[in-house]
């Protein structure tokens, strides 16, 4: 339905818990997220296109995430929605093997030609009428052959098929993020860094040098239908962030690309720029978008009410243990750039080593238990190393392939680490399994290679693409100094 009410060196110390407990009035049924969701309604269509024109909308605007996260788009007139609803916009399969800096490869077989076409869908249930961008309209899109049979390669198809895995199994997930993000003062120059505040972290002037636009930002989001728990200046400079609410995954998934378009308009209208980038000046703290995500069976939060530390059950202990498991693949994808890697050190709270820890904060899995204040709802697992350049229904994929495997293979956690093993000998880490996750490109390739599971539910073709942009990224980067690279990716997100 179209929701025209838009009209006109340590990070956070935030987390899921200052946001709305699960069932709350916003979260939606997550069967409405699986692949009956933006089928194609022409009355539907027409209707919401009627709406369109009354409201003075001049386009809407199909967006998907790529294999490097970033947003791609099409935008197709007002009065034309109802076709676009009905037959869809076309595009090249070659976003596909897009690297993150436009490059094309043709290194993934299968899409070794620049032949061919295939369709891209709205999802019209989750049309949306831009606050900040009145004159436009917003959808997220789902990719589909030519013929409207499924494309191996839709993003959005991966997380649908695996939520409805998960429910076939009796579990529904949440999952909300905490979104950081860097900004700093607009100019016509090469795109140096002008932070619009570098001084005390986490207080109000921080929050007052940005006083416009953090009001606007603030009633945008919620015009737009993205629920948000807080906001606040971050540790870095120029440094700031938000949290969204959680809910069923690809809602989620959805909510976040939305939120990236809205505080790109927003800084755009106060004359600031954005950057999502996990690192925007080498040396600096990074941006992460910590992704935190619950386990239910039957309603109740398996990661609360048992005799696990911090209340863990034996089925949400499980769920912890398979994201262990395959903490290094999973990385792989929800945090596989260059700058990523750069991002991910030792003592910067983003997750370097493979553990959890019960509101351990350098942990990769830090685990935030329910309390008698906040109740069972708000349990969940966040994943630290998490960021702008993952295609965010690919992130939460492999995630929920990592934890419902872990429950369906009946695992059992190792005992959290409540300090920093950065400072450990290798012996002391390698004694409680501790290693270091991949630090380039290489390793980060092979544990996804290795790995099963998440090769199997991102599926064999996609998952050719993705290494494929990887390797293409890689091989730009060869001879470049890091802060090079650091400045490539700078305003890619």
């Not at 899921?16 to 309604?41: E, F, I, K």
């Not at 009145?134 to 649908?160: C, I, K, M, N, T």
């Not at 939520?163 to 016509?188: K, N, P, T």
Request: hydrophobic share 40%; glycine share 12%.
């Amino acid at each position: 339905m179209l929701d025209v009410a838009g009209s006109g060196a340590q990070q956070t110390e935030t987390d899921q818990r200052d946001l709305p407990a699960a069932g709350a009035a916003d979260q939606r049924d997550p069967a409405a997220s699986g692949a009956a969701a933006g089928q194609r309604d022409p009355v539907a269509g027409r209707a919401a296109q009627a709406d369109l024109v009354a409201a003075g909308v001049a386009g809407v605007t199909i967006v998907w995430a790529d294999n490097n996260g970033i947003p791609r788009s099409r935008t197709v007139p007002a009065g034309q929605y109802d076709a676009a609803v009905e037959r869809g916009a076309g595009i090249t399969p070659l976003f596909a093997v897009f690297d993150s800096h436009d490059g094309i490869t043709f290194e993934h077989a299968p899409l070794g030609t620049p032949s061919g076409d295939i369709r891209l869908m709205p999802v019209a249930d989750r049309l949306v009428r831009l606050a900040g961008q009145p004159g436009f309209a917003w959808v997220p899109g789902r990719q589909v052959a030519a013929d409207g049979s499924a494309w191996p390669y839709d993003q959005r198809g991966v997380l649908e098929r695996q939520v409805a895995g998960a429910a076939a199994l009796g579990l529904d997930l949440l999952a909300g993020y905490e979104m950081e993000f860097h900004l700093s003062r607009a100019s016509d120059d090469d795109g140096d860094v002008r932070p619009v505040y570098d001084g005390p972290s986490y207080g109000p002037a921080k929050m007052l040098a940005v006083d416009a636009f953090a009001e606007q930002l603030l009633r945008d989001l919620d015009r737009n239908g993205v629920p948000v728990g807080q906001f606040h200046g971050e540790y870095g400079p120029g440094q700031f962030e938000f949290n969204i609410a959680p809910a069923d995954p690809v809602t989620a998934a959805d909510r976040q690309l939305l939120a990236r378009q809205t505080v790109h308009a927003a800084a755009r209208a106060h004359g600031l720029r954005a950057s999502f980038a996990p690192l925007v000046t080498l040396g600096q703290v990074g941006n992460g978008w910590h992704l935190h995500t619950s386990v239910f069976r039957a309603g109740a939060n398996l990661l609360s009410g048992g005799d696990g530390p911090g209340g863990l059950t034996a089925e949400g202990g499980a769920y912890l243990a398979g994201l262990l498991r395959d903490l290094p693949a999973i990385v792989a994808v929800s945090a596989p750039s260059l700058s990523s890697l750069q991002r991910r050190r030792p003592g910067y709270w983003c997750g370097a080593y493979t553990f959890w820890g019960v509101e351990n904060r350098e942990a990769s899995l830090r685990f935030v238990p329910a309390t008698p204040l906040l109740g069972a709802g708000h349990a969940n697992v966040e994943l630290k190393p998490s960021d702008a350049s993952a295609n965010p229904y690919l992130a939460l994929a492999a995630v929920i392939a990592a934890g419902v495997a872990g429950v369906e293979d009946g695992l059992t956690p190792p005992d959290p680490v409540q300090e920093d093993p950065g400072g450990w000998s290798e012996e002391r880490r390698a004694a409680r399994g501790i290693r270091r996750l991949p630090v380039t490109v290489e390793e980060q390739l092979a544990e996804l290679r290795a790995n099963e599971r998440i090769r199997a539910a991102l599926g064999e073709e996609l998952v050719g693409a993705f290494i494929a942009v990887r390797e293409s990224d890689a091989a730009r980067a060869t001879g470049r100094d890091a802060a090079d690279v650091v400045r490539s990716y700078r305003w890619l997100y």
